[in-house]
């Protein structure tokens, strides 16, 4: 990651380009007006043509000849609706689709000109509208441009510096030349951080450490509650351990509560925090204040947002300190190697663009409310809450990016477990109750290569991939029985995913996949994905609540007498202890 670039523009040029980025400022300011202006013109996704086309083609797929069990035996059905790139498998040949779908599908790609606006994304244009901000998490690990300049700051250059600084400060630790209060080298790591300053992290950190032996361990405090922070300090060794402070404001309510806890756990142990805490925030944060001694602090930027931050600052000193920087750089590879294939890669072979509009036909024109993640996989168990916040907080919204109500839906439920786990769960519901797409994900190599017993004939992974294989079979077929109770309808949509091992560039690609399906999605949908303004309200009105919790505090005496009923009975009783 280490690169040095030079000005490219001679000195004499400087005035007349900085002029000309003034106007181009201006003329972007200007689109965004107008844009709010227009905007139901612009994203009224039904008004496309290929929109109202798909609208009757979806009615005829309730007919019984387009049921699955028919579709997935047409001649060369796999080979037309499967993708194999680089080492990522995608199979669609089980999503109730044909090629004339397809077709239409791509049409509606081009006319909401999805291809255009991810490229513009990559280049750093104003893509976030609301916040006026470009959104370039994929610039956190490009390695093909030398220069991306937003307000006149070279992203790039800005995203090495902190990842020499990072290499440099996780390799001191790793070689015990920074070490704790009383001398004693770093074991473990707590990473304090909510929503997307700990998923992505998380997800990526349980995957990678089945197949490389941490050397810092990380647990991870994102919750107020109490007893999450007791389980963990139960866990580590106070004179040992790192806690690794994430918050782009540094204001966070719930990041600053466990910041505060975690200063009086190492008082209480007799240890200094300036030997003990690392920040990742924004430049000028108060986090950032030199004047709060901590070992470091690493800056994040207000054009990665939080859940697509796990590529920088925010995954970078947690998964460093974890794995070694020169794996952090391998996982950046693999996310990078999607990018580019999500950028380059034309409408008919784009995975994550073909994941995104079969996730927009089975929404918004048959009707599914929900998708499953289903890894068979028990190293990917974090997948699905991390595809959680990245996916229904970016598509969870009821306005357009230009402000004007939705007439479409936007966003799924997102919800999943590790397979065989979920057959023993919700299968029962998926192939008889209520349906919904699934996606299913396979490892083709397990990490564990020792000797293995066989159960049937077969070893434990074979077994897995056994049971992935026949559930989405089962799901498309279904089974014919004079017992209803038995009866399979089948018809059932899912996808199948297959990376090839549990190594950082195989977990980088799952993971830029994901983002690019999402962003994709959104700019279909004439959403703006990387806003979240529906997290705010629930935040304001515990200010309140805080307020009255605050006077009790201070005034044993004081009750609750002005709170609504319901308010009242439930302070009542957190102050009791008891109903």
């Excluded at 990078?336 to 784009?350: I, K, Y």
Aim: hydrophobic content about 40%; charged content about 20%.
């Amino acid at each position: 990651m280490s690169r040095y670039f030079l000005n490219p523009f001679p000195n004499q040029a400087l005035t007349e380009i900085i002029g000309l980025r003034m106007i181009a400022k201006a003329f972007r300011q200007f689109l965004f007006q107008w844009g709010m202006t227009m905007g139901q013109k612009i994203f009224n996704l039904s008004n496309h043509q290929a929109f109202q086309k798909l609208k009757p083609l979806s009615k005829s797929f309730k007919d019984k000849n387009n049921h699955l069990k028919n579709l997935i035996q047409t001649k060369n059905r796999f080979k037309d609706f499967s993708i194999q790139k680089h080492g990522f498998s995608y199979d669609f040949s089980k999503q109730r689709l044909d090629k004339t779908i397809l077709k239409e599908l791509f049409e509606l790609a081009r006319q909401a000109g999805a291809k255009e606006t991810f490229s513009q994304m990559v280049s750093g244009k104003i893509i976030n509208a609301t916040e006026n901000r470009s959104a370039l998490h994929t610039a956190a690990r490009d390695f093909t441009q030398d220069q991306i300049l937003v307000n006149d700051m070279d992203v790039i250059f800005e995203i090495n510096k902190v990842n020499k600084e990072i290499k440099n400060f996780t390799e001191k630790i790793h070689k015990k030349k920074i070490k704790g209060t009383t001398g004693k080298s770093f074991t473990d790591a707590v990473v304090i951080g909510i929503g997307g300053s700990y998923l992505g992290c998380e997800f990526v950190y349980t995957a990678l450490k089945h197949g490389i032996e941490p050397l810092i361990d990380l647990h991870f405090l994102p919750n107020v509650d109490i007893d999450n922070f007791g389980q963990i300090i139960k866990t580590i060794n106070p004179e040992t351990c790192l806690w690794i402070i994430i918050s782009k404001s540094y204001t966070t309510i719930e990041t600053m509560a466990n910041l505060n806890q975690a200063l009086l756990f190492l008082k209480s142990n007799n240890l200094d925090p300036a030997n003990h805490l690392v920040t990742v925030t924004a430049k000028g944060s108060p986090g950032d204040d030199p004047t709060n001694s901590s070992l470091g602090s690493f800056h994040m930027f207000d054009f990665i947002g939080g859940r697509y931050s796990v590529t920088s600052a925010v995954g970078g000193v947690p998964l460093s300190l974890a794995f070694g920087f020169d794996n952090f750089h391998r996982f950046l590879k693999g996310c990078h190697t999607m990018d580019l294939h999500a950028l380059n890669a034309p409408e008919e072979n784009n995975i994550p663009l073909i994941a995104a509009l079969i996730n927009i036909w089975n929404s918004n024109f048959l009707d599914y409310p929900a998708l499953a993640i289903i890894p068979y996989c028990t190293a990917l168990s974090n997948l699905c809450p991390h595809v959680q916040q990245l996916y229904m907080e970016s598509l969870g919204k009821g306005v357009t990016s230009a402000g004007k109500s939705t007439n479409h839906r936007t966003g799924v439920i997102i919800f999943g477990e590790p397979g065989t786990n979920a057959q023993h769960s919700f299968f029962q519901l998926a192939h008889q109750g209520s349906p919904f797409p699934i996606e299913f994900i396979g490892v083709a190599t397990p990490v564990y290569n020792k000797s293995q017993a066989t159960s049937k004939g077969v070893y434990n992974h074979q077994e897995l991939w056994a049971n992935m294989i026949a559930q989405a079979m089962g799901l498309a077929k279904g089974k014919d029985d004079d017992n209803n109770a038995k009866y399979f309808p089948g018809n059932r949509p899912s996808s199948t995913i297959v990376i090839n091992d549990l190594t950082p560039e195989s977990i980088g690609m799952l993971l830029a996949f994901y983002e690019a399906r999402t962003v994709y999605e959104g700019f279909i949908l004439g959403l703006n994905p990387f806003d979240q303004f529906g997290v705010e309200l629930g935040k304001v009105l515990a200010t309140d609540i805080r307020d009255q919790i605050k006077r009790k505090n201070i005034d044993k005496t004081y009750d609750f007498t002005s709170l609504d009923t319901a308010t009242k009975f439930y302070l009542d009783i957190l102050f009791k202890g008891s109903l």
